[in-house]
Nanobody, 116 residues
Framework: VQLVESGGGLVQPGGSLRLSCAAS????????ISWYRQAPGKQRELVAE???????NYVDSVKGRFTISRDNAKNTVYLQMNNLTPEDTGVYYC???????????WGQGTQVTVSS
């Protein structure tokens, strides 16, 4: 089982990034996928999630700016992030989850830094 995040980097305030979470080793289409982020000195927080049926949910602070989507043919979930602010800085992780499975699967994270 593997989840690999990519697409992070340094961007100026107001800029955009698209994160990818590529999955392998499990039935991707049956899993929900969540994006979390962890800022320095803070707890990891849920940012957005998409169910196996493509229902989506966002934390209030990113609504209207972030869009989560999935491509089951590519076993990949995307997080399009627009109008980024310094408060969006952190390590972004994706997680695979399934209510019929006790174990969640985590990726290693990708760093997003929003700074001028």
């Amino acid at each position: 089982v593997q989840l690999v995040e990519s697409g992070g980097g340094l961007v100026q305030p107001g800029g955009s990034l698209r994160l990818s979470c590529a999955a392998s080793g499990f039935t991707f289409s049956s899993d929900g996928i969540s994006w979390y982020r962890q800022a320095p000195g803070k707890q990891r927080e849920l940012v957005a999630e998409i169910t196996s049926g493509s229902m989506t949910n966002y934390v209030d602070s990113v609504k209207g700016r972030f869009t989560i989507s999935r491509d089951n043919a590519k076993n990949t979930v995307y997080l399009q992030m627009n109008n980024l602010t310094p408060e969006d800085t952190g390590v972004y992780y994706c997680k695979g989850w399934n209510p019929w499975r006790l174990q969640d699967y985590w990726g290693q994270g990708t760093q997003v830094t929003v700074s001028s």
